[in-house]
């Protein structure tokens, strides 16, 4: 492993996380959120969603939220954009770039989008369009691609043409997600392994459910082949839509901690993040799962006592 | 990766979960998890610890509980030895394997046996000659070798020093503890890496806490060092005793979940393990810690929806 090899951490609470929270936040409470964010050294932001207000009442503030945080220099600020009406509203709030929704697989496309895969990823020609002619930077994503919670294993045929159609389409940057935590190290390395193989020209970006508690395993296993650009979330906020009370989104505190303790760095100051993640974990208890929070850094050491109990 | 090689996971429930325990469970109770746990088909399981009843109140009946268990051919039976009086009680319980206590680092060793780590190693050797002449197999540990709480890192030349000693005594099976979790896959590499070069004679195991969120990539990491051992206890019983509502011990279905996932066989039926953390969940729901047992299985996959909430 080469230490002293810096990743990029994305932080995605106030789009995944608030997402998830039933009640609505204030404007000027996401703001202040995500200013604290932006503080903490994030080098890249997934701000928000430019969907229907009625899709999600959650992030119907989209545009004034980007128009009221502090931008600084160097933290780009990504939004989701399912449609042209979203990439409008995101090219006017002046995003940094914008990144699609896509299933890999038809049932989850459906469930989600409303339209099987291909069909969505048609959809996206006249987006990837007015992107370009906007100087807008695209992404693209593979959610459930390293297992569908309907279809489980996606076959790799279907993975390789997904790419090529992304490739076709002029987008070479993609986030894989592992959106209901079915990956496991020998999967993250075969799919990566294989896509990078066949299509070098690509990038890819890791978005990990700590679901079955294997994300920082997959975390390691995508920097192993390669990753250095990972999605989480502060206070680990936003949830697994399967199982009422499993872990969703690995938490930005655990994986900057996990990775800074092997020598890798994020450029993310930890400590922000966790006086950061216990307000949320404060203000909302029931979304929060985070180990850091909870256990602190390795580097928190305690006290030897005089008498002590047994231990395991 | 070789896929398809074979771990064995040894379940320390009965000892290290059961002894994390505040309220005493009745000697039929235990002897009847203990069972159930023997028809999952662990290899090994730790049953008990041959401590003094006042020092752990919950094991007192270690005997009773050895003497009323239904062995089985093939299924290792270990206990914990903290002393002669507690090896002549294993002895005469007949258990398989007697696993001495040691801690890396004098400020732990104190706290937790009352003397530096090398003089509790010598306190070892009256031990080592008993179990011999009783043809009794003995294992040794090192707790808090990959960090201690009071101390941090453990240097290398310690850790050298103290499998030199174990060696001396004719030990050659080491369980290495990341009592507190504070591993991760790189640590875990560079020790490993180091001691089994050093001393090719030793075999490891792993015993983890998933403390910090990293023990499933811990135990990767030891697989791809070559140990093929690993404890682990159902329903995750078995605390962190240094943050009241910290992770411990890593779950054995999490464990047997994940490396099943990657190929790696571990002989144990896992759906016998998870109907059997359900129950001690539902029995101790506030000693519980398990993704498994929320999430489900990998494999068990859920109808699609017909309508549905965007996902992350």
């Known amino acids: 492993m080469n230490l002293k090899d810096e990743v990029i951490i994305s932080e995605v609470c106030p789009r995944d996380g608030f997402q998830s929270l039933a009640d609505i936040i204030p404007t000027e409470e ?17 701000v928000t969603s430019f969907v229907h207000p009625k899709a999600i009442p959650q992030l119907r503030d989209a545009g004034e939220v980007l128009q009221k945080i502090n931008r600084k220099q160097g933290v780009k600020l990504r939004a989701l954009v399912p449609n042209l009406r979203g990439l409008e509203r995101a090219i006017e709030a002046k995003v940094d770039k914008v990144k699609l929704m896509l299933s890999a697989t038809d049932s989850h496309s459906i469930s ?60 070479y940057q993609l986030s894989l997600a592992d959106t209901t935590g079915m990956a496991n190290p020998v999967k993250i390395k075969r799919i990566i392994g294989h896509i990078s193989n066949k299509f070098p ?3 890819f970006s890791l978005h990990l459910h700590n679901t079955r508690g294997m994300a920082f395993a997959n975390a390691v296993a995508g920097y192993e082949m390669g990753v250095r650009d990972f999605d989480s979330a502060i206070a680990g906020l936003g949830g697994c839509p399967y199982a009422p ?26 400590d922000k993040v966790i006086k950061l993640g216990k307000e949320l974990e ?31």
């Not at 202040?32 to 997934?46: L, P, S, T, V």
């Not at 807008?136 to 279907?158: H, K, N, Q, T």
């Open 112 to 171: 989600n989008a409303n339209s099987k895969t291909f069909d969505a990823m048609k959809g996206f020609e006249p987006l990837v369009k007015r992107a370009t002619e906007a100087s807008m930077a695209v992404s693209g994503s593979i959610s459930v691609i390293f297992g569908c919670p309907y279809e489980g294993d996606v076959p790799l045929e279907r993975i390789e043409e997904i790419c090529k159609r992304y490739i076709d389409m002029g987008i």
């Open 30 to 46: 996401k703001v202040e959120w995500i200013n604290a964010m932006i503080d903490c050294g994030f080098k890249q932001i997934e």
């Open 282 to 312: 404060i203000k909302y208890p029931q979304y929060s799962d985070s180990f850091i929070l909870k256990a602190g850094k390795c580097s928190d050491l305690h006290l030897a006592p005089k008498t002590q109990e047994k231990l395991g």
């Open 201 to 203: 020209e690509l990038s």
């Open 245 to 270: 009370n499993a872990t969703g989104n690995i938490a930005s505190e655990d994986l900057i901690h996990g990775f800074e303790e092997m020598g890798i760095l994020t450029g993310v100051d930890l």
